[in-house]
Structure formats: C-alpha cells, structure tokens
C-alpha cells in the first residue's frame, strides 16, 4: 500500500501546483500504473479523485490523472501533447530520454534513504561469492519488489548465472517476507530495495544479523517529474516547480512525505544527465521499446 500512498503524494503536489499556472483548463498528469505492483486495479481508478477536488478547491482550477501501462507510453503522450506532466523512475527517465530527448525534468525526489539502491541478501553462513555459485539454488521475490530490485537480480542472473538458473522461486506478500524466508532457510537468497532493506534493520536488528550483502546495485537516480521542452510557458514550469520545492513545509504534506519516505522534493541535481546515461548504459532500454 505504500506505492498507493507514493502515487496519491505525487497527485496532490502536482495538481495543486499545476492549477496554479492558470493558463489551462485541465492539467494531465501521467502516472505508470508499473510502478504500482500492489495496488488493486480498482483502486487505482479511484486514486485520484480527492485531489481533483483538492486542486479545484484551491485553485479553482481542474486536474485529471492518467494511468498508462508503463512509463514510455507516457513519454509518448507527452511528446504527443496528450499530456502536460509525466511522472518517472530515475531509470524509465533514462529510457524515455532516449528516445524523446526532448523531455526535461521539473524537479527530483529525495528518497529516505537518499540512495536508491537493491541488494542481494544471503544468510551469514551462506559461502557464495556471487551468484554464479547459486546455481540450483532457491530465490524468493517479493511480488511488491521494486522495478530497479528486479532488474538488478536479472542483470546479476545474466553475468554470473551462465548456463545455469535457480531450483525454484517462491514468492512472498512483502519483500520482508522474502528476507525472512533467508533467514528461515526456506530459500538462499533474495533480492531487495535499500529503503526495504534498512527498515528491516530497523525493526529486527537481532534477525538482521543472520544476513549479509551478497551483492549491491548501482545508485539509480531519482524520480523526476517532467514534459515536453517547450510545451509549458517558462512562467508554468516555475509556479509548477516552486510550488512542489515548497510543498514540504506545510505539516500536512510533510507527514505524507515521510509515510512515503520521501524527504522532499528538490532541483535536478547537478550531473543528473551523467547519472542517465550510465544508468542507460547499465540497463539498456527493453528491446520491447526500441
């Protein structure tokens, strides 16, 4: 359920500030329903709702919240003008600027923990270097897993696993349910997200000990929200920009925040287009995309 808490901070923060501009009816705003894994359909189409009343209320102004299969469909409406805004993963953004350079990012995400990041665990005792000398052996995933865990465990399973694959994959509700199949010796090994992962420390400093870090991704960058370069008057993209770098000092908002661990919202940082190609270079663009 915390993605469906990500995706309802995302909608508050963005049709409020997109009201503000005032040069258009409706502001679209595209949200990928892939980074929702545990969010019931249903649910999704009622996730905006209270904050087109929210923004209407404010500004006097209307919303409208687009679900998409994925984030490049969401790349394509905004280069199509379908849509306004779009809201992406550090590595989708990587992806979508592939192919439409002309998308620029309003402003980043601060996750808590600042890193985004995925981690193979294993338990304590278990005596394998790197995958390659798992072979046979047994995965658990989480169906909550993040989108970068996932492709971290498949990039890992392509360079050490040659020839070779997993017994069998069990799956868990949560991604602690996996690390606790680990810890059990239900199954050897896991893949989680450092946000997951450092929660779980947290909460069972004692357990967490029977685990150890097999191996770490790269640091991914972060969310981005972000349009068509030249769709959007200078004067919208900043009442867009600076009503979101703002939005954590009213207590409201902050108290979502940190339920999403979401520090703030913050300008793209410096290098951000370096992080984007190494990223890419990591993780090419699915060849379903190309």
């Not at 904050?51 to 469909?73: C, I, P, R, W, Y």
């Not at 993963?89 to 439409?100: D, I, Q, V």
């Not at 005596?127 to 498949?154: C, E, I, Q, V």
């Not at 799956?171 to 606790?180: G, L, M, P």
């Amino acid at each position: 359920m915390t993605r469906f808490l990500v995706l309802s901070a995302v909608v508050l923060f963005l049709t409020a500030s997109a009201g503000w501009a005032g040069d258009k009816d409706i502001y679209r705003i595209g949200i990928p329903k892939s980074a929702f894994r545990d969010v019931p359909p249903a649910l999704l189409s009622f996730a905006g709702m209270p904050f087109k009343d929210l923004m209407k209320s404010q500004t006097g102004l209307n919303g409208e919240v687009v679900m998409e299969a994925d984030a490049m469909n969401i790349a394509r409406m905004l280069e199509a003008g379908k849509l306004e805004l779009g809201v992406f993963l550090g590595h989708e953004f990587a992806w979508a600027r592939e192919k439409h350079p002309t998308l620029e990012p309003i402003v980043c995400t601060v996750p808590r923990p600042k890193e985004i990041q995925a981690f193979l665990l294993v338990r304590w005792d278990n005596k394998a270097d790197n995958l390659g000398d798992l072979k046979g052996s047994r995965l658990a995933l989480a169906t909550t897993s993040r989108d970068h865990a996932r492709m971290f465990l498949d990039k890992r399973k392509a360079a050490e696993m040659t020839g070779g694959d997993f017994s069998s994959t069990a799956k868990a509700a949560t991604v602690h349910d996996a690390i606790q199949k680990v810890i059990d010796e239900e199954v050897d090994v896991t893949v989680t997200d450092q946000a997951a992962w450092n929660y779980f420390q947290k909460l069972y400093p004692g357990a967490s000990e029977n685990l150890r870090v097999l191996s770490k991704s790269e640091i991914f960058p972060p969310t981005v929200i972000a349009f068509k370069k030249g769709s959007l008057d200078d004067e919208v993209v900043k009442k867009v920009r600076d009503g979101l770098l703002s939005a954590h000092e009213t207590s409201k908002v902050a108290k979502l925040l940190n339920l999403i661990r979401v520090e703030k919202f913050d300008l793209v940082p410096a290098g951000y287009d370096d992080s984007l190609k190494a990223c890419l270079k990591a993780y090419p663009l699915p060849a379903a995309d190309k």
